[in-house]
């Protein structure tokens, strides 16, 4: 069973960055396509961006041109570096993945078939 573990929340004023990472036991993320998604109180589950198995990245509306997702295949990890941040992004940030090799919609929870606990990013105005 893969289990997703992130890393890398915590408390950031506004305009400043922070980077999460997400990497697995019980399998690899270089063969699965990972996703961000993030949860404010209230609120539904957001598409953040995700990253293919084949490297192919997508991005929410919400985050193009600040965040930016990565893979490295060495440490087996998936990262979100986000910059520019607003009290808006403040969340809790989930990283997701899908079964090895499989495609399908990478813009719903749906979509993926592990996750992570969540952490925590605050951003203070």
């Known amino acids: 069973q893969v289990q997703l573990v992130e890393s890398g929340g915590g408390l950031v004023q506004t305009g400043g960055s922070l980077r999460l990472s997400c990497a697995a036991s019980?399998?690899?993320?270089?063969?699965?396509?990972v996703g961000w998604f993030r949860q404010a109180p209230g609120k539904e589950r957001e598409f953040i961006a995700a990253?293919?198995?084949?490297?192919?990245?997508v991005y929410g509306e919400s985050v193009k041109g600040r965040f930016t997702i990565s893979r490295d295949d060495a440490k087996e990890t998936v990262s979100l570096q986000m910059d520019s941040l607003q009290p808006e992004d403040t969340a809790v940030y989930y990283c997701?993945?899908?079964?090895?090799?499989?495609?399908?919609?990478?813009?719903?929870?749906?979509?993926?078939?592990?996750w992570g606990q969540g952490t925590q990013v605050t951003v203070s105005a």
């Open positions: 997701a993945a899908k079964r090895r090799f499989s495609s399908g919609n990478y813009y719903i929870p749906e979509g993926y078939n592990y």
């Open positions: 019980g399998g690899t993320l270089n063969t699965r396509g």
């Open positions: 990253i293919s198995w084949e490297g192919v990245n």
